[in-house]
């Protein structure tokens, strides 16, 4: 491979504008509580960062938690953002979402919502969320958002508790009016690392997207993978076998790009202002309160590592889909302690050269 150091064009930040969560799930990867956070960046803070990642592109900014609209700025927030030219989006639990909550949606410029659902029916989504009653206040928001024209997507985490509802879950977001439906496959940190005995294994996790993959063009949603970089090997894979042209969109919130983005066209920054790969990858590159953000996004040496694909071990560093996938960083370093070791829950044998990919 003649260029094995990717472009990092700032395409997508993930923003925990605060920790504070009114819900206790199973799978958060912040193991956030109902309760205040010291240290959280303030509005000029928010303000200042803005200002800073502006001056290195002007991405999709998700503003998450915890659950962000706990946060009584927040939308002063968004609708600096918006000011500054951003996409903003908003990632929520749904129970928060009245008519009066989704009017300041819209007036601040959120272009789209994400509502996290985790299981077809009250019981399953409940017992993920721990707070009976989740799951009904939920698509009471979910109506809410529809009723006031704020367009909104379903997000799905998969672990062996609700892969069998994958396909109800589905219909689902199909039947809520959805614009689209974001999976993503668990990463073991935060309270995510006592599901052990939930997680998928490798092959349920390929027979997942498989099964993703042929939803495509069936229901009129837009689909997505995130935390399951196999999925654009197989988008390829199932195309060629077809004969179609590899061809995907590659903008906009729904965008198909590539696999894991940690630290080449995505970052995570959290609450403390702490900036990283991802939200599971906690491996600190720098701090906005001390640091500015463009010398972070340019400088970090972890960023630099994960950019050049020479580095990368095992199968994943010899895979000829490495430029498209890459493997799940965060499940690489979660399971060996090296964020470039090989993806462990991938079933695929590198069958040529990376030059022949």
């Known amino acids: 491979m003649n260029n094995p150091v990717l472009k990092h064009e700032l395409k997508i930040v993930?923003?925990?504008?605060?920790?504070?969560?009114?819900?206790?799930?199973?799978?958060?990867?912040?193991?956030s509580l109902d309760k205040p956070y010291e240290g959280e960046l303030s509005t000029e803070d928010a303000f200042r960062l803005m200002d800073q990642?502006?001056?290195?592109?002007?991405?999709?900014?998700?503003?998450?938690?915890?659950?962000?609209?706990?946060?009584?700025?927040?939308?002063?927030?968004?609708?600096?953002?918006?000011?500054?030219?951003?996409?903003?989006?908003?990632?929520?639990?749904?129970?928060?979402?009245?008519?009066?909550?989704?009017?300041?949606?819209?007036?601040?410029?959120i272009k789209r919502v994400s509502v996290s659902i985790d299981g077809s029916t009250s019981e399953s989504h409940d017992s993920f969320r721990k707070v009976p009653g989740a799951f009904e206040r939920a698509v009471e928001g979910i109506n809410v958002l529809k009723s006031?024209?704020?367009?909104?997507?379903?997000?799905?985490?998969?672990?062996?508790?609700?892969?069998?509802?994958?396909?109800?879950?589905?219909?689902?977001?199909?039947?809520?009016?959805?614009?689209?439906?974001?999976?993503?496959?668990?990463?073991?940190?935060g309270r995510g690392r006592d599901l052990g005995d939930r997680a998928i294994g490798a092959a349920e996790y390929e027979s997942a997207l498989h099964w993703f993959y042929e939803q495509r063009g069936r229901s009129g949603l837009q689909l997505k993978?995130?935390?399951?970089?196999?999925?654009?090997?197989?988008?390829?894979?199932?195309?060629?076998?077809?004969?179609e042209a590899v061809t995907f969109r590659s903008?906009?919130?729904?965008?198909?790009?590539r696999g894991c983005l940690g630290?080449?066209?995505?970052?995570?920054?959290?609450?403390?202002?702490?900036?990283?790969?991802?939200?599971?990858?906690?491996?600190?590159?720098?701090?906005v309160k001390t640091s500015e953000f463009r010398d972070i996004w340019e400088k970090s040496e972890v960023f630099s590592r994960l950019r050049d694909?020479?580095?990368?071990?095992?199968?994943?560093?010899?895979?000829?889909?490495?430029?498209?996938?890459?493997?799940?960083?965060?499940?690489?370093?979660?399971?060996t302690g090296d964020y470039l070791a090989e993806e462990p829950l991938c079933t695929y044998e590198p069958g040529f050269t990376r030059q022949s990919a």
């Open 309 to 335: 694909l020479s580095l990368y071990k095992g199968k994943c560093g010899r895979c000829e889909f490495i430029r498209v996938c890459g493997g799940c960083r965060a499940r690489a370093y979660e399971a």
């Open 148 to 189: 006031c024209g704020v367009p909104f997507q379903i997000n799905t985490t998969i672990t062996a508790e609700n892969l069998h509802e994958l396909e109800k879950i589905h219909q689902l977001a199909i039947s809520l009016g959805a614009e689209a439906h974001h999976i993503f496959l668990l990463v073991p940190t």
């Open 225 to 243: 993978a995130t935390c399951a970089p196999h999925y654009y090997r197989i988008l390829r894979q199932r195309a060629r076998e077809k004969g």
């Open 53 to 109: 990642i502006a001056e290195v592109g002007k991405p999709i900014i998700i503003l998450t938690g915890g659950e962000p609209l706990l946060r009584p700025d927040i939308f002063e927030i968004a609708s600096y953002g918006t000011k500054k030219g951003f996409r903003m989006t908003m990632a929520v639990n749904g129970t928060l979402v009245t008519p009066e909550v989704a009017r300041k949606m819209k007036d601040s410029g």
């Open 14 to 31: 993930a923003w925990e504008v605060t920790r504070t969560c009114n819900l206790a799930c199973i799978h958060c990867r912040a193991a």
């Open 251 to 257: 903008y906009g919130l729904d965008a198909v790009t």
């Open 263 to 287: 630290g080449i066209s995505f970052c995570f920054i959290s609450h403390l202002g702490t900036v990283q790969p991802c939200g599971y990858l906690e491996i600190e590159c720098g701090n």
